[in-house]
């Protein structure tokens, strides 16, 4: 599934209100300038319908270097940024996901070069996949020493 970028954005409100891309091109600039600006002062974003932007900043921690045990090391703290889709967002993804337009793209099985592919004998299209189920990642078991 290829991904959505900035241009298509651009070249996509531009066919839908006939705004030069250009243009377009200049208001979609000025509004993540704004956005970046506003987060960068420590101002979370809200866009209603769509979600929540805010800066989290992680504390300051001491970790064991593993190589060397008795060497503690300084972890500084770190800004990020935190992303809460909005309620008509996420109820639009479940219900993309329910459909089958939603599925996990680790897991989805390559084509093999041995088995070339055939051509549909209808032209009819093919029901969509049925949804895969979301894995949830967990640790691994590591082996205890003997």
Same mark, same amino acid.
Not at 5 to 18: C, E, L, P, Y
């Given at each position: 599934?290829?991904?959505?970028?900035?241009?298509?954005?651009?070249?996509?409100?531009?066919?839908?209100?006939?705004?030069?891309?250009?243009?377009?091109?200049?208001? =979609?600039?000025?509004?993540?300038?704004? &956005?970046? $600006?506003? !987060?960068? +002062?420590?101002?979370?974003? *809200?866009? #209603?319908?769509?979600?929540?932007?805010?800066?989290?900043?992680?504390?300051?921690?001491?970790?064991?270097?593993?190589?060397?045990?008795?060497?503690?090391?300084?972890?500084?703290?770190?800004?990020? =940024?935190?992303?809460?889709?909005?309620? &008509?967002? $996420?109820? !639009?993804? +479940?219900?993309?996901?329910? *459909?089958? #337009?939603?599925?996990?793209?680790?897991?989805?099985?390559?084509?093999?070069?041995?088995?070339?592919?055939?051509?549909?004998?209808?032209?009819?299209?093919?029901?969509?996949?049925?949804?895969?189920?979301?894995?949830?990642?967990?640790?691994?078991?590591?082996?205890?020493?003997?």
């Amino acid at each position: 599934m290829p991904t959505l970028t900035k241009r298509d954005i651009i070249v996509a409100i531009s066919n839908d209100t006939g705004v030069v891309q250009h243009e377009v091109c200049n208001i =979609v600039e000025r509004t993540l300038d704004l &956005i970046v $600006r506003s !987060l960068s +002062e420590g101002q979370p974003v *809200e866009l #209603r319908n769509f979600g929540v932007f805010e800066v989290r900043v992680s504390k300051e921690t001491t970790r064991r270097n593993p190589n060397d045990p008795d060497n503690r090391l300084t972890i500084p703290p770190r800004a990020t =940024v935190k992303f809460k889709g909005g309620k &008509i967002m $996420r109820e !639009l993804i +479940e219900v993309a996901l329910e *459909e089958g #337009r939603l599925v996990e793209t680790d897991d989805a099985p390559e084509a093999s070069a041995s088995e070339p592919e055939t051509p549909a004998a209808s032209t009819d299209p093919a029901p969509p996949a049925k949804p895969q189920p979301i894995r949830r990642l967990q640790r691994r078991e590591i082996p205890k020493a003997a």
